[in-house]
């Protein structure tokens, strides 16, 4: 027995500290003047860009600093949200412009939304924007700014540099290299989920990890606890419900550690609030799952003294996996915030589930309750989860 349980709590210990996501971004280095401090930041690969914010949930306004090269020494940079579409058309932008004294200037104009060729004038945005300034240092430009956001959640933004300025008026920017077309994403400045390089690509990452994580953790799981919990009343369902339940849970933790794995991804990506509860969860579920997986290995024998508790800690520990995953799943509707038909389906799934199970529940303790006099000196259960001199009490939980 010692053996065993030493070398899986060796590979726990060790799966779940080597697999704490690291990200190396460039901008966790870059420092700013006036001791202003950011907490969170992303590299937006595209350009060279760098993005760093404090976001305040109270009034849902961000303090931006947006950081990057123009494309030439008198050229300018530009950071905008675009909160009705994607892209250039409707964005609405910071442009922080390189002046011929070396120093930079910002302000802001929001582009039309049917204009690829507009004239870039100072003027107000559709959403307050405060403490506008920009520095200029080592060839880049450094826009500063609060901004009352339009919107929570996820939000479009698109970010350009430009060659030449007239005055303080940006002339036009490339519209042929890669870079300066693919300059855009979406961002969540509450959560630091969000996107620089290719938002496809990510956005189908963020719906397998939806997808895998839910049906694994959030629907197999339950019905393999289901399937345990209450099949094995049934005298001609025995050993099968005990087969049963291994394929769902074992298959449930193959397709979960594969969603958990995109999770860890898409959290190395999004450099933000670094106690994400969410990422805590999924790790602290990870862990519990895979001592569920070596628990199975480690059962002790039906008659083993050991076996009650045994039964025990698998089932608590079953169970909290269960509600911590219904727990992480909502979380993740919140940061992902999918179409609300995504999160109205899980939530039916899982009140048909509970009422399955209450369903279930009522009709086994009319069986037990039906049975009990005939069979008192009988163990109705499967054997190998009968506690010893329990006689047939209903011992199912
Ligand atoms: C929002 O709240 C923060 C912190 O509470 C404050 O510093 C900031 O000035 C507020 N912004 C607006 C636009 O009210
Ligand atoms: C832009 O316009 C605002 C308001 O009219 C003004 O306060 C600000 O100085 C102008 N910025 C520039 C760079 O001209
Ligand atoms: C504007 O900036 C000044 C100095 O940088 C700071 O003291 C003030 O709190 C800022 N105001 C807002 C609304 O962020």
Aim: hydrophobic content about 40%; proline content about 4%.
């Amino acid at each position: 027995m010692a053996k065993p349980i030493f070398v899986s709590l060796l590979f726990l210990s060790l799966a779940c500290s080597i697999l704490t996501p690291t990200s190396a971004q460039t901008c966790r280095s870059q420092t700013f003047t006036n001791n202003r401090v950011y907490q969170s930041c992303n590299d937006l690969s595209p350009l060279s860009s760098y993005l760093h914010w404090n976001y305040h949930s109270a009034n849902n306004s961000v303090d931006i600093a947006y950081k990057a090269p123009p494309a030439g020494s008198n050229g300018w940079v530009a950071w905008a949200l675009n909160p009705l579409g994607s892209g250039m058309l409707g964005a609405q932008t910071l442009f922080g412009v390189m002046q011929q004294d070396g120093t930079a200037v910002a302000y802001t104009c929001p582009i039309g939304r049917n204009n690829y060729n507009p004239t870039i004038e100072n003027q107000t945005l559709s959403f307050d924007v405060s403490n506008l300034s920009a520095e200029a240092s080592n060839g880049e430009i450094t826009i500063f700014a609060s901004i009352a956001l339009p919107s929570s959640g996820s939000i479009n933004h698109v970010w350009q540099a430009g060659s030449s300025v007239s005055g303080i008026i940006a002339q036009s920017h490339s519209t042929t290299s890669t870079a300066n077309r693919n300059s855009k994403g979406s961002i969540n400045f509450a959560t630091g989920a969000g996107t620089a390089t290719s938002g496809d690509s990510r956005i189908k990452r963020r719906n397998t990890h939806g997808v895998l994580n839910a049906i694994s953790w959030g629907i197999l799981m339950p019905m393999g606890a289901i399937i345990a919990r209450y099949m094995r009343v049934f005298k001609s369902a025995d050993p099968i419900w005990f087969y049963l339940h291994v394929a769902c849970q074992t298959s449930a933790y193959i397709v979960g550690v594969a969603g958990w794995g995109t999770g860890l991804k898409l959290g190395s990506e999004s450099v933000g609030i670094v106690q994400n509860p969410h990422r805590n969860i999924g790790i602290a579920l990870f862990c519990l799952g895979t001592l569920q997986v070596f628990a199975l290995l480690l059962r002790p024998q039906k008659d083993h003294k050991y076996r009650f508790y045994w039964n025990v800690y698998h089932h608590s520990v079953g169970y909290t996996v269960i509600i911590l995953s219904i727990i992480n799943i909502f979380q993740g509707f919140d940061i992902l915030q999918p179409k609300k038909t995504w999160k109205n389906a899980y939530i039916g799934v899982i009140i048909a589930l509970g009422a399955v199970a209450v369903l279930l529940e009522v009709i086994t303790w009319i069986v037990v309750l039906k049975r009990k006099p005939r069979t008192s000196s009988e163990k109705f259960q499967h054997g190998s989860h009968t506690v010893n001199g329990q006689g047939s009490q209903h011992q199912v939980v």
